[in-house]
């Protein structure tokens, strides 16, 4: 299935939220098939706006509204909006806080990348900051990121040729094995900021990827419009 709670790479484990932040939308068919499955659905400030246009009107937009200030909004049909004045956190940070406040540990975001690199950057730190409590998975078109640390073992039957990059979080990473790729590595060590581990791919499946300690960020790249990439959601 393409994204959802069958996702091959983000299987559902607990209750979901869907959060859409203000970055550039991805297109409908990524916002539905991730919704298929969830339990909650979130707008940060003004993403979505105009509401209608998305496959399923939000259960609540939340933010400062700094960003939706002038917009007109449909009382009567239109989602709940819950004002947060906080000026110390980002709305898609909002956006997290009331999911777990909900009972929610896992959440998809969406629109979390592209255009402004700080917003974007400010939300890949957030699969960090909220991992002891809340699962988070970044997509769009073109991919998906998610956080692993050594709580558990990686194991994905993907298709020969899918393409991956490693990516160390904030620290060096350490007792990385990585099997079924053309570039495997054993008991190795990375560093921040290292690049050796970007644009690797499958060779033989199943991939697996074990570390003993450490934090990495796993982003599968596929082609939007390839049946078969778009199976890896």
């Known amino acids: 299935m393409y994204g959802g709670a069958k996702s091959l790479l983000f299987p559902k484990r607990g209750k979901r939220a869907v959060i859409l932040c203000g970055g550039p939308q991805p297109p409908n068919f990524i916002i539905e098939r991730w919704l298929s499955g969830a339990d909650l659905f979130i707008c940060a400030d003004n993403a979505g706006h105009p509401y209608e246009q998305l496959p399923t009107i939000p259960d609540l ?34 956006a997290i806080l009331h999911a777990i406040s909900e009972g929610c540990t896992e959440g998809i975001m969406l629109g979390a990348t592209g255009g402004s690199l700080d917003h974007t950057l400010c939300n890949c730190a957030l699969m960090e900051k909220y991992a002891d409590r809340f699962r988070l998975c970044i997509c769009n078109e073109y991919g998906l990121t998610i956080r692993c640390d050594n709580t558990e073992k990686y194991i994905w039957e993907l298709q020969p040729g899918t393409v991956f990059s490693i990516i160390p979080f904030y620290q060096q990473s350490s007792g990385i094995t990585v099997r079924g790729a053309a570039y495997n590595m054993k008991n190795s060590d990375i560093g921040f900021g290292e690049s050796a581990t970007v644009s690797n791919h499958v060779v033989e499946p199943p991939l697996s990827i074990n570390i003993i300690s450490g934090t990495l960020l796993i982003h599968f790249r596929y082609e939007p419009l390839d049946p078969v990439r778009r199976s890896l959601l």
């Open 61 to 94: 937009v939340i933010g400062d509204f700094d960003s939706i200030a002038g917009h007109i909004i449909n009382g009567k049909t239109g989602p709940t909006m819950l004002h947060v004045p906080d000026q110390d956190s980002t709305d898609g940070e909002k």
